[in-house]
Structure formats: structure tokens, C-alpha cells
T-cell receptor
Framework: GAVVSQHPSWVICKSGTSVKIECRSL??????MFWYRQFPKQSLMLMAT?????????EQGVEKDKFLINHASLTLSTLTVTSAHPEDSSFYIC????????????FGPGTRLTVT | DAKTTQPPSMDCAEGRAANLPCNHS???????VYWYRQIHSQGPQYIIH???NNETNEMASLIITEDRKSSTLILPHATLRDTAVYYC??????????????FGQGTELSVKP
């Protein structure tokens, strides 16, 4: 099946700094990618839809100025957590449906962010 | 997208069939039933999806009731590696529908030796 990678797999940063997480579709093109956040013992929460060549669409309650999303190419989307705080510590997961392909989505392995 | 209801947890003996139910009584005619699972600390994995007919693939079978208000995911011979949280999601298929998945709480399946 199709492969989605994320980098880094885990990151520790200090409060107030920014962290960039990459999401890549390795063997297919994706005009749309999705970013989720998951706190311990909870389900995935959709944060935003990343659109290649246009602005991301954020879900209600998600701060677009804090979670910057850039979809620079058909295989890469990035999520930057700006001025991170301990409450931003979470598991961040991206997903992508192959453009013009089947309806299922392929998920990345996730990035564990810890803000100290 | 229609809301789904799943039991929070289930146990299954290794080698036996695991039957995971999902209620989606408000499903619309153009909405599909999707199943994903998430093994601890990994990204979710697609399992199967269907509209109204029963579906089977190498991972599982999906049984959808005739009125489409509920479905059951069947893992025919559960192994310890099937221990995961299983999510039933109902949504309209196709990239032109946005494609986003809204996850509920899912069912935590524990396969025991």
C-alpha cells in the first residue's frame, strides 16, 4: 500500500520555540493532506486540511497563527507549531488520500512532541 | 457526517473471530462505512469500507445490515497483533467531498492468549 512518512518521529523542545513537522507521501501524489492531534487516551482530533497551492482550512477552535501549515508540493506538507507551550505536547499525525485514487487514506506514523 | 456508536472495549481469545459492532442509525444514502484501526503509538491503518453490500479483503470482513443502520467488522482469526483501537467512521466517499475523517472514541480490542 501507499506510504506516508513523518519527520521527526519525536521531538523535545523548550517552551517558546517553534517546531516544524514534515509529512511526505512517498509513492503517490496528494493534493490534500490532513493533520490530526491526539492526546493520551483520547481519539484523533482533526486540526486542519492542507491544500496544495492554497491556504489550509482549519477546524473550529484551532489557531491558524499558532499551527502554520504549508503544502509546498504534491508530496509534502509541513506543520509548524509556533511558540510552543507544554499544553501543545501531543502526538501529531498526518494523513493523505492518493489523488484520483481509492477512497481510503494513508496515515503517517505520527510525531511525538514534548514541550518542556 | 453521521455519528457512530461503538462499545468502548472488547476482549477476544487468540485464534477466535473478533466481531466489532458499530451503530450508525443516522447514516445517509450516500455515506460509506469505513473502518480504521490504531495500534498503540502508531498512525491509524485503513482496514475496509463499504456502502451496502458485505465486503471482504485480506484483513477483515464488513457486514452491513440491510437498513444500513449498523455494521460489524469481523476479524476471522484474531492474533495478538490485532490488539488495537478500532474506529468505525461514516462519511461520503470521494475526494471531492473533502475526504476528512472524523474519529469517534472507537473500540479498544484486546486479543488475549
Amino acid at each position: 500500500g501507499a506510504v506516508v512518512s513523518q519527520h521527526p518521529s519525536w521531538v523535545i523542545c523548550k517552551s517558546g520555540t517553534s517546531v516544524k513537522i514534515e509529512c511526505r507521501s512517498l509513492d503517490f501524489q496528494a493534493t490534500t493532506m490532513f493533520w490530526y492531534r491526539q492526546f493520551p487516551k483520547q481519539s484523533l482530533m482533526l486540526m486542519a486540511t492542507s491544500n496544495e497551492g492554497s491556504k489550509a482550512t482549519y477546524e473550529q477552535g484551532v489557531e491558524k497563527d499558532k499551527f502554520l501549515i504549508n503544502h509546498a508540493s504534491l508530496t509534502l506538507s509541513t506543520l509548524t507549531v509556533t511558540s510552543a507551550h507544554p499544553e501543545d505536547s501531543s502526538f501529531y499525525i498526518c494523513s493523505a488520500p492518493p489523488a484520483g485514487g481509492p477512497n481510503e487514506q494513508y496515515f503517517g506514523p505520527g510525531t511525538r512532541l514534548t514541550v518542556t | 457526517d453521521a455519528k457512530t456508536t461503538q462499545p468502548p472495549s472488547m476482549d477476544c481469545a487468540e485464534g477466535r473471530a473478533a466481531n466489532l459492532p458499530c451503530n450508525h442509525s443516522t447514516i445517509s444514502g450516500n455515506e460509506y462505512v469505513y473502518w480504521y484501526r490504531q495500534i498503540h503509538s502508531q498512525g491509524p491503518q485503513y482496514i475496509i469500507h463499504g456502502l451496502k453490500n458485505n465486503e471482504t479483503n485480506e484483513m477483515a470482513s464488513l457486514i452491513i445490515t440491510e437498513d444500513r443502520k449498523s455494521s460489524t467488522l469481523i476479524l476471522p482469526h484474531a492474533t495478538l497483533r490485532d490488539t488495537a483501537v478500532y474506529y468505525c467512521i461514516v462519511r461520503v466517499a470521494g475526494a471531492n467531498q473533502g475526504g476528512k475523517l472524523i474519529f469517534g472514541q472507537g473500540t479498544e480490542l484486546s486479543v488475549k492468549p
